[in-house]
Antibody
Framework: QVQLVESGGGVVQPGKSLRLSCAAS????????MHWVRQAPGKGLEWVAL????????YHAESVKGRFSISRDNSKSTLHLQINSLRAEDTAVYHC???????????????WGQGTLVTVSS | QFALTQPPAASGTPGQRVTISCSGS????????VNWFQQLPGTAPQLLIY???QRPSGVPDRFSGSKSGTSASLAISGLQSGDEADYYC???????????FGGGTKLTVL
């Protein structure tokens, strides 16, 4: 069955960097666009970034542009999110999700991982 | 604060029909599909409705979606206690080149 498992979260000091990963299994990873969506404690969903099936197209939310970078390794069925210059407001559970729809259209996000918690605190 | 506006809360009794609205603009709902997600307590979100009114396999037909202009709605009929969850609408937004979510609606079954 489809599985998305995030890792790499933890407690990090402001200004530091972190790299999140999402291991995919149970489907043809290279055929899907992938997204990162975050949820601050007790808050709603916030879209973070997307990458096309082949990695050629990337979009990032304005709130993270210049600090976050999405990437993927289709040979390892893995999605990454490089997070730099962490701020307190980046504290959230980070979910990865897949979508068959092309970038530039509303993504289906039909499977989600359980998420990895990033806590930014000194 | 959110590009898509949802009521923060909704409620109903078992068996009742409830509707959750999602208001946007011409750059998101007005020109792109709307999806709805259900997030049960302590779990990851799940796709509930896509392309305004389509249900993924496994989603009961008690859940339905619609769209009119720059607004969309999620209707839940035959309300059950297991429907207590947070519900989010989402759409691509051409003005920001990204996905926008509504702030979420917490549904309580009385």
């Amino acid at each position: 069955q489809v599985q998305l498992v995030e890792s790499g979260g933890g407690v990090v000091q402001p200004g530091k960097s972190l790299r999140l990963s999402c291991a995919a299994s149970g489907f043809t990873f290279s055929g899907y666009a992938m997204h990162w969506v975050r949820q601050a404690p007790g808050k709603g969903l916030e879209w973070v970034a997307l990458i096309s099936y082949d990695g050629s197209i990337k979009y990032h939310a304005e709130s993270v542009k210049g600090r976050f970078s999405i990437s993927r390794d289709n040979s390892k069925s893995t999605l990454h999110l490089q997070i730099n210059s962490l701020r307190a407001e980046d504290t959230a559970v980070y979910h990865c999700a897949r979508s068959l729809t092309v970038p530039g259209t509303t993504p289906h996000l039909d499977s989600w991982g359980q998420g990895t918690l990033v806590t930014v605190s000194s | 604060q959110f590009a898509l506006t949802q009521p923060p809360a909704a409620s109903g009794t078992p068996g009742q029909r409830v509707t959750i609205s999602c208001s946007g603009s011409s750059s998101n709902i007005g020109s792109n599909n709307v999806n709805w997600f259900q997030q049960l307590p302590g779990t990851a979100p799940q796709l509930l409705i896509y392309s305004y009114d389509q249900r993924p396999s496994g989603v009961p037909d008690r859940f339905s979606g619609s769209k009119s202009g720059t607004s969309a709605s999620l209707a839940i009929s035959g309300l059950q206690s297991g429907d207590e969850a947070d519900y989010y609408c989402a759409a691509w937004d051409d003005s920001v080149n990204g996905v926008v979510f509504g702030g979420g609606t917490k549904l309580t079954v009385l």
